[in-house]
């Protein structure tokens, strides 16, 4: 049997804009008492751990348009930290303010694609509504209303999408641009990025929001062709609070009608360590270890961690491991020796290399979120058992060497 249930944050007004169009939050999600947990790669979970902030910027920026810093917005985040998921959120969020959203990936073709689902989006979304202005109104309300034109043919990409964005406005329509996977290699990126620049200066009513991995992220900001981007406001998707995570799980188990005893919450959120795939992983792993049960029990919990300890090794870390460099294994090999955090100034004396060397390592690790500092100089591991993972693979190489 499928219910439908209200997610809890619901009709939260935002601080700044009082937009209580923020009803985002209000995601609705059927249940068949069947597993509630995503543990896939780039679906929007049915509850969102953390990141209200950066939610409540977003659709602030909608509600204002024109002019606010955030309608160009990119987001830097290691893998399983929930960029995918977080750009198909804040498209939703956009549509239920009276945008339309186009989502791609960079890759070459992407304008193409852009176009094309800028127009569909702006038939379907027209088609649905009176012939009125949009303002104030959601798809929801509007009925009823033929859309004779058709995708403008003349012209290049920019023409293209200026005849759009101008059918567009007269209906008060933004148009919300999401580009997932960045990368500066990808030439029409970067006309994209220039472009985009255009519209803005002629007063479009246009967002940009993009996500990519740490070090794509950092290379397109360096890009000297399109240092404009320097100027968009950017975010890194790190780490979620413990007891973010600890509520997100349990309005998830609520969701499917189960739940987990306090004890077992604790050793499930500590397995977590903030991150939001292994959320997922350990929700999903946990419910399908517990039968039929309403509360799953401790032995089920267990079990789902230790598979879900071994999905996020095949899922995020091995490749997250390829993806060092011998200097940075070194840095943490250096930190393996902590039990906690590792002060700085000793990795660095463990390396026998100086402070301000080791501290490239850092940045770089940082800006992965492999690593994190809380405390200024002192660094923990930032992902789920990857301090584990990672002092296996380093055996396994000391012996092969
Ligand atoms: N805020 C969140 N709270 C709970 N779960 C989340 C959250 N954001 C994403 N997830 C879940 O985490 C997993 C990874 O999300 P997603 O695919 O968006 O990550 P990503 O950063 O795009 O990864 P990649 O870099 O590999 O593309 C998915 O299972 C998704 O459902
Ligand atoms: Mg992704």
Same mark, same amino acid.
Not at 49 to 71: I, K, T, Y
Not at 115 to 141: E, I, P
Not at 269 to 289: H, K, N, R
């Given at each position: 049997?499928?219910?439908?249930?209200?997610?809890?944050?619901?009709?939260?007004?935002?601080?700044?804009?009082?937009?209580?169009?923020?009803?985002?939050?209000?995601? /609705?999600?059927?249940?068949?008492?069947?597993?509630?947990?995503?543990?896939?790669? $780039?679906?929007?979970?049915?509850?969102?751990?953390?990141?209200?902030?950066?939610?409540?910027?977003?659709?602030?920026?909608?509600?204002?348009? +024109?002019?606010?810093?955030?309608?160009?917005?990119?987001?830097?985040?290691?893998?399983?930290?929930?960029?995918?998921?977080?750009?198909?959120?804040?498209?939703?969020?956009?549509?239920?303010?009276?945008?339309?959203?186009?989502?791609?990936?960079?890759?070459?073709?992407?304008?193409?694609?852009?176009?094309?689902? !800028?127009?569909?989006? !702006?038939?379907?979304?027209?088609?649905?509504?009176?012939?009125?202005?949009?303002?104030? @109104?959601?798809?929801?309300?509007?009925?009823?209303?033929?859309?004779?034109?058709?995708?403008?043919?003349?012209?290049?990409?920019?023409?293209?999408?200026?005849?759009?964005?101008?059918?567009?406005?007269? *209906?008060?329509?933004?148009?919300?641009?999401?580009?997932?996977?960045?990368?500066?290699?990808?030439?029409?990126?970067?006309?994209?990025?220039?472009? *985009?620049?255009?519209?803005?200066? =002629? %007063?479009?009513?246009?967002? @940009?929001?993009?996500?990519?991995?740490?070090?794509?992220?950092?290379?397109?900001?360096?890009?000297?062709?399109?240092?404009?981007?320097?100027?968009?406001?950017?975010?890194?998707? %790190?780490?979620?609070?413990?007891?973010?995570?600890? =509520?997100?799980?349990?309005?998830?188990?609520?969701?499917?009608?189960?739940?987990?005893?306090?004890?077992?919450?604790?050793?499930?959120?500590?397995?977590?360590?903030?991150?939001? *795939?292994?959320?997922?992983?350990? $929700?999903?792993?946990?419910?399908?270890?517990?039968?039929?049960?309403?509360? +799953?029990?401790?032995?089920?919990?267990?079990?789902?961690?230790? /598979? !879900?300890?071994?999905?996020?090794?095949?899922?995020?870390?091995?490749?997250?491991?390829? =993806?060092?460099?011998?200097?940075?294994?070194?840095?943490?090999?250096?930190?393996?020796?902590?039990?906690?955090?590792?002060? @700085?100034?000793?990795?660095?004396?463990?390396?026998?290399?100086?402070?301000? *060397?080791?501290?490239?390592?850092?940045?770089?690790?940082?800006?992965? $979120?492999?690593?994190?500092?809380?405390?200024?100089?002192?660094?923990?591991?930032?992902?789920?058992?990857?301090?584990?993972?990672?002092?296996?693979?380093?055996?396994?190489?000391?012996?092969?060497?």
């Amino acid at each position: 049997m499928q219910s439908q249930k209200k997610f809890a944050k619901a009709a939260k007004v935002c601080k700044t804009c009082k937009n209580t169009a923020v009803q985002v939050w209000q995601r /609705r999600f059927a249940v068949a008492q069947s597993n509630p947990f995503t543990p896939t790669f $780039g679906i929007v979970p049915p509850i969102m751990a953390g990141r209200e902030e950066l939610v409540e910027e977003l659709s602030c920026a909608f509600a204002n348009g +024109l002019g606010d810093p955030n309608l160009c917005t990119i987001l830097a985040g290691a893998r399983g930290t929930g960029k995918t998921a977080f750009l198909s959120f804040i498209a939703d969020e956009a549509s239920s303010q009276g945008w339309i959203a186009a989502k791609t990936t960079a890759a070459e073709g992407m304008l193409e694609d852009i176009l094309q689902q !800028a127009t569909w989006n !702006a038939q379907s979304f027209l088609d649905n509504m009176g012939g009125r202005k949009l303002k104030g @109104l959601t798809v929801g309300q509007l009925v009823g209303f033929e859309w004779e034109n058709e995708r403008p043919v003349a012209g290049n990409w920019r023409t293209q999408m200026n005849r759009l964005l101008e059918q567009l406005d007269e *209906y008060d329509i933004g148009l919300l641009i999401t580009v997932d996977e960045v990368k500066v290699s990808v030439d029409e990126m970067k006309q994209l990025a220039r472009i *985009y620049q255009h519209f803005v200066t =002629e %007063g479009r009513k246009v967002a @940009l929001l993009m996500a990519g991995l740490p070090h794509n992220v950092s290379q397109l900001l360096r890009d000297d062709d399109i240092s404009f981007l320097r100027r968009s406001r950017k975010h890194h998707l %790190g780490r979620i609070p413990d007891f973010e995570i600890r =509520e997100a799980l349990r309005l998830t188990l609520q969701e499917g009608e189960k739940s987990m005893g306090p004890e077992s919450l604790d050793e499930a959120v500590a397995a977590i360590d903030g991150f939001p *795939y292994m959320m997922q992983l350990v $929700g999903y792993c946990a419910w399908s270890e517990g039968g039929a049960e309403e509360e +799953l029990a401790p032995d089920a919990v267990r079990r789902g961690i230790a /598979r !879900a300890r071994k999905e996020m090794i095949d899922g995020v870390l091995e490749y997250t491991y390829l =993806e060092l460099s011998q200097g940075d294994k070194r840095f943490l090999g250096a930190m393996l020796q902590d039990e906690g955090e590792s002060s @700085l100034a000793v990795i660095a004396e463990r390396m026998g290399v100086r402070s301000n *060397y080791a501290s490239q390592y850092k940045k770089r690790l940082l800006e992965q $979120g492999i690593i994190g500092e809380r405390v200024r100089g002192y660094l923990r591991f930032d992902m789920p058992v990857f301090r584990e993972y990672l002092a296996e693979r380093l055996q396994e190489e000391d012996e092969l060497a």
